[in-house]
Protein backbone atom coordinates (compact mmCIF):
# COMPACT_ATOMS: atom_id res chain seq x y z
CA UNK A 1 0.00 0.00 0.00
CA UNK A 2 3.20 2.59 0.90
CA UNK A 3 6.27 1.46 -1.19
CA UNK A 4 8.96 3.55 -0.84
CA UNK A 5 12.41 2.89 -2.83
CA UNK A 6 15.54 4.88 -3.57
CA UNK A 7 14.53 7.32 -1.32
CA UNK A 8 16.45 10.86 -1.20
CA UNK A 9 16.10 14.25 0.44
CA UNK A 10 18.38 17.89 0.68
CA UNK A 11 17.47 20.96 2.05
CA UNK A 12 18.78 24.09 0.75
CA UNK A 13 19.27 26.94 3.14
CA UNK A 14 18.80 30.10 0.98
CA UNK A 15 19.21 32.33 4.25
CA UNK A 16 22.99 30.75 4.45
CA UNK A 17 24.99 31.06 1.47
CA UNK A 18 22.58 28.21 -0.58
CA UNK A 19 24.28 25.74 1.89
CA UNK A 20 22.65 22.05 0.63
CA UNK A 21 22.88 19.71 3.28
CA UNK A 22 21.78 15.91 2.79
CA UNK A 23 19.57 14.64 5.21
CA UNK A 24 18.14 11.03 3.62
CA UNK A 25 20.04 8.86 1.09
CA UNK A 26 18.51 5.74 -0.23
CA UNK A 27 15.65 5.26 1.81
CA UNK A 28 13.00 2.36 1.33
CA UNK A 29 10.45 0.90 3.26
CA UNK A 30 7.16 -0.70 2.61
CA UNK A 31 4.11 -0.47 4.85
CA UNK A 32 1.54 -3.42 3.52
CA UNK A 33 -2.12 -3.47 3.97
CA UNK A 34 -3.49 -4.44 8.06
CA UNK A 35 0.34 -3.45 9.07
CA UNK A 36 1.64 -0.86 11.32
CA UNK A 37 5.39 0.08 10.82
CA UNK A 38 6.78 2.28 13.54
CA UNK A 39 9.57 4.98 12.33
CA UNK A 40 12.24 5.07 14.90
CA UNK A 41 15.90 6.52 15.45
CA UNK A 42 17.35 9.11 17.49
CA UNK A 43 16.16 13.06 17.43
CA UNK A 44 16.94 14.64 14.37
CA UNK A 45 17.52 11.04 12.74
CA UNK A 46 14.62 12.18 10.08
CA UNK A 47 11.71 10.70 11.05
CA UNK A 48 9.50 13.17 11.02
CA UNK A 49 11.12 14.52 7.38
CA UNK A 50 10.83 10.80 5.83
CA UNK A 51 6.69 11.63 6.89
CA UNK A 52 6.17 14.92 5.52
CA UNK A 53 7.69 13.40 2.60
CA UNK A 54 4.89 10.69 2.48
CA UNK A 55 2.83 13.18 2.90
CA UNK A 56 3.76 14.68 -0.17
CA UNK A 57 4.60 18.10 1.68
CA UNK A 58 8.60 18.02 1.13
CA UNK A 59 9.48 17.66 -2.18
CA UNK A 60 12.36 14.45 -2.50
CA UNK A 61 15.64 14.68 -4.26
CA UNK A 62 15.45 11.14 -6.17
CA UNK A 63 13.21 8.08 -5.32
CA UNK A 64 9.22 7.37 -5.32
CA UNK A 65 6.61 6.85 -2.68
CA UNK A 66 3.84 4.83 -4.09
CA UNK A 67 0.82 4.72 -2.05
CA UNK A 68 -1.99 3.11 -3.85
CA UNK A 69 -0.40 3.13 -7.32
CA UNK A 70 0.25 7.04 -6.88
CA UNK A 71 3.58 7.99 -6.92
CA UNK A 72 3.67 11.00 -4.38
CA UNK A 73 6.69 12.14 -5.82
CA UNK A 74 5.64 13.00 -8.94
CA UNK A 75 2.06 13.55 -8.48
CA UNK A 76 0.52 17.17 -9.38
CA UNK A 77 -1.22 19.07 -6.35
CA UNK A 78 -4.51 18.33 -7.72
CA UNK A 79 -3.55 14.42 -7.47
CA UNK A 80 -1.95 14.98 -3.81
CA UNK A 81 -5.49 16.84 -2.90
CA UNK A 82 -7.25 13.83 -4.35
CA UNK A 83 -4.85 11.10 -2.31
CA UNK A 84 -5.41 13.12 0.57
CA UNK A 85 -9.39 12.88 0.68
CA UNK A 86 -9.60 9.71 0.18
CA UNK A 87 -6.71 7.31 0.31
CA UNK A 88 -3.93 9.39 2.49
CA UNK A 89 -5.04 9.73 6.10
CA UNK A 90 -3.06 12.25 8.32
CA UNK A 91 -2.97 12.45 11.79
CA UNK A 92 -0.03 15.07 13.32
CA UNK A 93 0.16 16.12 17.27
CA UNK A 94 -1.38 19.66 16.35
CA UNK A 95 -5.06 20.32 15.58
CA UNK A 96 -5.59 23.59 12.33
CA UNK A 97 -8.52 24.48 12.41
CA UNK A 98 -10.27 26.83 10.74
CA UNK A 99 -11.47 29.44 13.92
CA UNK A 100 -15.38 29.60 14.67
CA UNK A 101 -16.10 26.21 12.66
CA UNK A 102 -17.75 23.50 16.03
CA UNK A 103 -16.10 20.77 16.25
CA UNK A 104 -19.09 18.32 15.29
CA UNK A 105 -18.30 20.11 11.93
CA UNK A 106 -14.17 19.79 12.62
CA UNK A 107 -14.69 16.63 13.40
CA UNK A 108 -17.87 15.69 10.00
CA UNK A 109 -15.88 17.71 7.34
CA UNK A 110 -13.66 14.34 5.65
CA UNK A 111 -16.83 12.75 5.00
CA UNK A 112 -18.55 15.64 3.51
CA UNK A 113 -15.72 16.54 1.42
CA UNK A 114 -16.04 12.70 -0.14
CA UNK A 115 -19.54 13.30 -0.67
CA UNK A 116 -21.43 12.12 2.26
CA UNK A 117 -24.76 13.22 3.16
CA UNK A 118 -24.54 15.70 6.35
CA UNK A 119 -27.09 14.04 8.36
CA UNK A 120 -24.62 10.42 8.00
CA UNK A 121 -21.28 12.77 8.05
CA UNK A 122 -22.19 14.32 11.68
CA UNK A 123 -23.66 11.21 13.10
CA UNK A 124 -20.52 9.53 12.41
CA UNK A 125 -18.96 12.58 14.25
CA UNK A 126 -21.14 12.38 17.18
CA UNK A 127 -19.89 8.65 18.01
CA UNK A 128 -16.49 9.42 17.25
CA UNK A 129 -16.66 12.81 20.06
CA UNK A 130 -18.07 10.09 22.02
CA UNK A 131 -15.31 6.96 21.69
CA UNK A 132 -12.58 10.02 22.76
CA UNK A 133 -14.45 11.30 25.37
CA UNK A 134 -15.05 14.90 24.33
CA UNK A 135 -18.07 16.05 26.38
CA UNK A 136 -21.28 17.19 23.97
CA UNK A 137 -20.98 20.48 25.80
CA UNK A 138 -18.50 21.13 23.42
CA UNK A 139 -19.30 19.93 20.12
CA UNK A 140 -20.93 23.24 18.74
CA UNK A 141 -17.93 24.93 19.85
CA UNK A 142 -14.58 25.90 18.10
CA UNK A 143 -11.95 23.30 19.20
CA UNK A 144 -9.29 26.43 19.15
CA UNK A 145 -10.21 27.32 23.09
CA UNK A 146 -9.77 23.27 24.00
CA UNK A 147 -6.97 21.95 25.91
CA UNK A 148 -4.18 20.35 24.54
CA UNK A 149 -5.59 16.69 25.17
CA UNK A 150 -8.92 17.28 23.47
CA UNK A 151 -7.53 19.37 20.58
CA UNK A 152 -5.31 16.02 19.97
CA UNK A 153 -8.36 13.66 20.67
CA UNK A 154 -10.77 16.25 18.27
CA UNK A 155 -7.83 15.83 15.89
CA UNK A 156 -8.01 12.03 16.50
CA UNK A 157 -11.69 11.81 15.65
CA UNK A 158 -10.94 13.60 12.56
CA UNK A 159 -8.42 11.83 11.04
CA UNK A 160 -10.47 8.28 12.09
CA UNK A 161 -13.72 9.36 10.21
CA UNK A 162 -13.24 7.85 6.94
CA UNK A 163 -11.66 4.20 6.62
CA UNK A 164 -8.53 5.40 4.55
CA UNK A 165 -6.66 2.74 3.02
CA UNK A 166 -3.00 4.35 4.24
CA UNK A 167 -2.95 6.45 7.33
CA UNK A 168 0.05 8.16 8.64
CA UNK A 169 0.01 8.94 12.53
CA UNK A 170 2.67 11.59 13.85
CA UNK A 171 2.93 11.25 17.61
CA UNK A 172 -1.16 10.47 17.91
CA UNK A 173 -0.78 9.63 21.91
CA UNK A 174 1.18 12.46 23.09
CA UNK A 175 -0.90 14.16 25.45
CA UNK A 176 -2.98 11.97 26.18
CA UNK A 177 -3.81 10.46 29.75
CA UNK A 178 -4.01 6.09 30.36
CA UNK A 179 -7.56 5.73 29.65
CA UNK A 180 -7.83 8.04 26.29
CA UNK A 181 -4.27 6.92 25.03
CA UNK A 182 -6.08 3.48 25.42
CA UNK A 183 -9.03 4.71 23.72
CA UNK A 184 -6.83 5.89 20.80
CA UNK A 185 -4.80 2.48 20.27
CA UNK A 186 -8.15 0.74 20.08
CA UNK A 187 -9.26 2.97 16.91
CA UNK A 188 -5.54 2.30 15.73
CA UNK A 189 -5.95 -1.57 16.55
CA UNK A 190 -10.01 -1.44 14.72
CA UNK A 191 -7.98 0.56 11.51
CA UNK A 192 -5.30 -2.05 10.98
CA UNK A 193 -8.07 -4.81 11.66
CA UNK A 194 -9.93 -3.11 8.94
CA UNK A 195 -6.84 -3.66 6.68
CA UNK A 196 -5.17 0.28 7.12
CA UNK A 197 -1.74 0.58 6.05
CA UNK A 198 -0.12 3.02 8.86
CA UNK A 199 3.15 4.34 9.15
CA UNK A 200 3.69 6.30 12.72
CA UNK A 201 6.27 7.71 14.79
CA UNK A 202 5.67 7.20 18.41
CA UNK A 203 8.16 8.27 21.20
CA UNK A 204 5.80 6.89 23.56
CA UNK A 205 7.12 2.90 24.08
CA UNK A 206 4.32 1.21 25.55
CA UNK A 207 2.24 3.04 22.96
CA UNK A 208 4.07 1.34 19.94
CA UNK A 209 4.90 -1.81 21.43
CA UNK A 210 0.72 -2.39 21.75
CA UNK A 211 0.04 -1.47 18.04
CA UNK A 212 3.46 -1.67 15.71
CA UNK A 213 3.92 -5.19 13.92
CA UNK A 214 7.69 -3.75 12.96
CA UNK A 215 10.18 -1.01 13.35
CA UNK A 216 12.03 0.90 10.84
CA UNK A 217 15.11 2.60 12.22
CA UNK A 218 15.42 5.89 9.82
CA UNK A 219 18.86 6.23 11.27
CA UNK A 220 19.90 3.38 8.50
CA UNK A 221 19.13 6.24 5.95
CA UNK A 222 21.07 9.07 7.16
CA UNK A 223 23.79 9.91 4.55
CA UNK A 224 26.55 9.43 6.74
CA UNK A 225 25.45 5.55 7.47
CA UNK A 226 24.58 5.17 3.46
CA UNK A 227 28.19 6.06 2.35
N1 LIG B 1 12.90 22.54 6.80
C1 LIG B 1 14.14 22.15 7.08
N2 LIG B 1 15.22 22.85 6.66
C2 LIG B 1 16.47 22.43 6.92
N3 LIG B 1 16.79 21.32 7.60
C3 LIG B 1 15.76 20.58 8.05
C4 LIG B 1 14.39 20.94 7.82
N4 LIG B 1 13.59 19.99 8.38
C5 LIG B 1 14.42 19.09 8.93
N5 LIG B 1 15.72 19.42 8.73
C6 LIG B 1 16.90 18.66 9.18
O1 LIG B 1 16.70 17.30 8.81
C7 LIG B 1 17.17 16.43 9.83
C8 LIG B 1 16.05 15.48 10.25
O2 LIG B 1 15.06 16.19 11.00
P1 LIG B 1 13.69 15.52 11.45
O3 LIG B 1 12.85 16.59 12.08
O4 LIG B 1 13.12 14.77 10.33
O5 LIG B 1 14.18 14.49 12.58
P2 LIG B 1 13.32 13.57 13.57
O6 LIG B 1 13.93 12.22 13.49
O7 LIG B 1 11.88 13.69 13.24
O8 LIG B 1 13.64 14.25 14.98
P3 LIG B 1 12.75 14.36 16.33
O9 LIG B 1 12.63 12.97 16.89
O10 LIG B 1 13.59 15.26 17.18
O11 LIG B 1 11.43 14.98 15.95
C9 LIG B 1 17.66 17.31 10.96
O12 LIG B 1 19.06 17.40 10.87
C10 LIG B 1 17.03 18.66 10.68
O13 LIG B 1 17.83 19.72 11.13
Not at 95 to 114: G, K, N, Q
Not at 139 to 160: C, D, K, Y
Request: a positive charge.
Amino acid sequence: MIEISGLSKTFTLHNQGSAVIRVMADAALSVAPGECVGLIGASGAGKSTLMRMVYGNYLAATGSIVIAGTDITKATPREIIALRRATLGYVSQFLRVVPRVPTLEVVAEPLRVLGHPAEEARARAAALLRQVNIPERLWSLSPTTFSGGEQQRVNIARGFIHPYPALLLDEPTASLDAANREVVLGLIAAAKARGAAILGIFHDEAARAQVCDRFVDVTAFTPQAAA
